[in-house]
């Protein structure tokens, strides 16, 4: 069996400092993420963190990922731009899929992968109905019409992200806001979902639907087996083709 090698980077700076966080996720949220993924047998699973040496991304890592996910909040612009360049030429030559999470949203990867700000509303914590809203969709596989997160951070339009090419999940919040909660791009050869909840004073990581979502956004986001080198830039054509 070919596995997917998969990346968790997390920031890790919470789950030090907030005994709040720590009690939700006592060995950090990369941690938890992975093992769920781990009960995926096509699954290999690596964790990165950005005060790991070369900030968890050296080459050898970098090289050796087909779907890298991503979750920081606080520390967004620690994060240097030639490793960020590095993850966004990886992706758009569809050799890495891209899933961030929750705050991802702010991340430079998810800015610069996308061209965007990133920028949404938030507020406090309240109750969310994440609604699946593309039911045929890959990544909503085994997920019901809704699923109800106890307590989420709110995240509510405007959410100003390029048009996604799909929509598969809308968040609602007790307080009325709106999101689009899940999302995918293709940029490149690569392709990217983007999952809203996930903060980090919140127990959404240990949800089965979460977690089978993450399941499925992951297997959607490895990239295909291609035929041919995709080039990082144009090509030249010297000859006809015929």
């Given at each position: 069996m070919?596995?997917?090698?998969?990346?968790?980077?997390?920031?890790?700076?919470?789950?030090?400092?907030?005994?709040?966080?720590?009690?939700?996720?006592?060995?950090?949220?990369?941690k938890t993420i992975g093992a769920f993924l781990s009960e995926c047998e096509d699954l290999e699973i690596t964790y990165a963190t950005l005060d790991?040496?070369?900030?968890?991304?050296?080459?050898e890592v970098l090289n050796n990922t087909?779907?890298?996910?991503?979750?920081g909040h606080?520390?967004?612009g620690e994060?240097?731009?030639?490793?960020?360049?590095?993850i966004r030429q990886r992706v758009y030559a569809g050799k890495m899929g891209f899933v961030p999470v929750h705050s991802g949203h702010h991340s430079k990867p998810f800015k610069q992968i996308l061209g965007t700000t990133g920028n949404l509303s938030w507020g406090q914590d309240q109750k969310e109905i994440i609604w699946n809203l593309n039911p045929s969709h890959p990544i909503a596989a085994g997920i019901p019409d809704h699923f109800i997160l106890?307590?989420?951070?709110?995240y509510g339009e405007p959410f100003y992200i390029p048009t996604p090419d799909e929509i598969i999940f809308?968040?609602?919040?007790?307080h009325?806001?709106?999101?689009?909660?899940?999302?995918t791009w293709r940029r490149g050869a690569g392709k990217i979902f983007y999952f809203q909840p996930g903060h980090e004073r919140c127990p959404s990581f240990h949800n089965p639907y979460v977690q089978q979502i993450i399941k499925n956004g992951v297997h959607w986001a490895a990239p295909a087996d291609f035929g041919y080198e995709i080039p990082g830039g144009c090509i030249h054509i010297k000859e006809p083709i015929v």
């Open positions: 070919k596995k997917i090698r998969v990346t968790i980077w997390n920031e890790y700076r919470h789950e030090k400092r907030s005994e709040q966080v720590r009690a939700i996720y006592p060995e950090g949220i990369h790991d040496p070369d900030q968890g991304m050296p080459d087909d779907v890298l996910i991503w979750w606080t520390a967004h994060v240097d731009d030639a490793l960020v360049e590095r106890d307590v989420e951070e709110m809308g968040g609602w919040f007790e009325g806001n709106m999101m689009r909660a899940g999302c």
